[in-house]
């Protein structure tokens, strides 16, 4: 018996093309509210963990290791309910990268160099061993939680409707989560640059992960990024504003090589696709 549905799409080419166009739109209405609910969740316990340690008081190695633990929190939940929903972490993307995905991006070297810029103003080596493993404990996290929610969630949601809207979408939230900075007693022109930073940092990581259909090396090179960040020197205001202006260049010079490198890898696999018509 053919059911009532195909009955109605049967009915008129109009009536099925209707049909067809009212459930993607129900799709992709669905993509906006997981996307709208992923970045509430995370930037509701980022929130948290900065609210804490400020209201209370804390700073120093306690101050990193109660935000990493309210973070690490974050990132235990949701690898959980993938492992529940999903059977598995593969769906965050989590799973083995493509072979030769490191090499044709150049091992990462530029992302490795703006990392270890910031220790152009020196570490304070009198932090102490426990500030460093504190740091590296909430950094981690920090990695986890951004990467797992604006790569593999957003991104992942987004990528069915195409790389770049799936790039932007993810990247413009990634930047703009660093607005919360503010609430942390951040000043406002230094939040809005790290907000035009992290945003281009996005569109690299989306592109990275793209592209070696991987997760774990966006992890890991922002956990580097924020530490390297957190245990560096402090230099002058105008050394800062060099330093950052460097890594900035350095960084948009990367992303227009990882972007026309995946522009040709399309054309070539449209191109063999077409020849296969043929």
């Given at each position: 018996?053919?059911?009532?549905?195909?009955?109605?799409?049967?009915?008129?080419?109009?009536?099925?093309?209707?049909?067809?166009?009212?459930?993607d739109?129900i799709?992709?209405?669905?993509?906006?509210?997981?996307?709208?609910?992923?970045?509430?969740?995370?930037?509701?316990?980022?929130?948290?963990?900065?609210?804490?340690?400020?209201?209370?008081?804390?700073?120093?190695?306690?101050?990193?290791?109660?935000?990493?633990?309210?973070?690490?929190?974050?990132?235990?939940i949701?690898?959980?309910y993938?492992?529940?929903?999903?059977?598995?972490?593969?769906?965050?993307?989590?799973?083995?990268?493509?072979?030769?995905?490191?090499k044709?991006?150049?091992?990462?070297?530029?992302?490795?160099?703006?990392?270890?810029?910031?220790?152009?103003?020196?570490?304070?080596?009198?932090?102490?061993?426990?500030?460093?493993?504190a740091?590296?404990?909430?950094?981690?996290?920090?990695g986890?939680?951004?990467?797992?929610?604006?790569?593999?969630?957003?991104?992942?949601?987004?990528?069915?409707?195409?790389?770049?809207?799936a790039?932007?979408?993810?990247?413009?939230?990634?930047g703009?989560?660093?607005?919360?900075?503010?609430a942390?007693?951040?000043?406002?022109?230094e939040?809005?640059?790290?907000?035009?930073?992290?945003?281009?940092?996005?569109?690299?990581?989306?592109?990275?992960?793209?592209?070696?259909r991987?997760?774990?090396?966006?992890?890991?090179?922002?956990?580097?990024?924020?530490?390297?960040?957190?245990?560096?020197?402090?230099?002058?205001?105008?050394?800062?504003?060099?330093?950052?202006?460097?890594?900035?260049?350095?960084?948009?010079?990367?992303?227009?090589?990882?972007?026309?490198?995946?522009?040709?890898?399309?054309?070539?696999?449209?191109?063999?696709?077409?020849?296969?018509?043929?």
């Amino acid at each position: 018996m053919i059911s009532a549905e195909n009955d109605l799409k049967n009915q008129s080419p109009i009536v099925g093309k209707t049909y067809v166009c009212d459930r993607d739109m129900i799709r992709k209405e669905r993509i906006v509210l997981k996307t709208a609910l992923a970045t509430f969740v995370l930037l509701l316990f980022f929130f948290t963990q900065g609210a804490i340690v400020v209201i209370m008081g804390i700073d120093g190695v306690p101050s990193a290791l109660i935000r990493g633990a309210v973070i690490w929190g974050l990132v235990a939940i949701t690898l959980a309910y993938s492992i529940i929903r999903y059977k598995g972490i593969s769906k965050l993307g989590f799973r083995s990268a493509e072979k030769g995905a490191a090499k044709r991006m150049l091992y990462f070297s530029p992302l490795l160099l703006i990392a270890l810029f910031h220790f152009a103003a020196g570490i304070d080596w009198k932090v102490g061993a426990a500030f460093l493993f504190a740091n590296l404990f909430l950094t981690l996290g920090i990695g986890m939680a951004e990467e797992i929610f604006f790569r593999g969630i957003i991104c992942g949601l987004w990528l069915k409707h195409g790389t770049v809207k799936a790039m932007m979408i993810s990247s413009i939230l990634f930047g703009l989560s660093h607005i919360l900075n503010i609430a942390g007693g951040a000043k406002l022109f230094e939040t809005l640059l790290q907000i035009c930073f992290a945003l281009v940092y996005g569109m690299v990581f989306a592109l990275i992960f793209e592209e070696g259909r991987s997760l774990l090396p966006c992890v890991l090179l922002h956990a580097l990024h924020d530490f390297c960040s957190f245990i560096s020197g402090e230099g002058s205001a105008q050394f800062e504003v060099v330093l950052g202006a460097v890594q900035f260049i350095v960084l948009l010079v990367y992303f227009i090589y990882l972007l026309r490198m995946t522009a040709h890898k399309s054309e070539r696999e449209r191109a063999r696709k077409a020849d296969e018509k043929r």
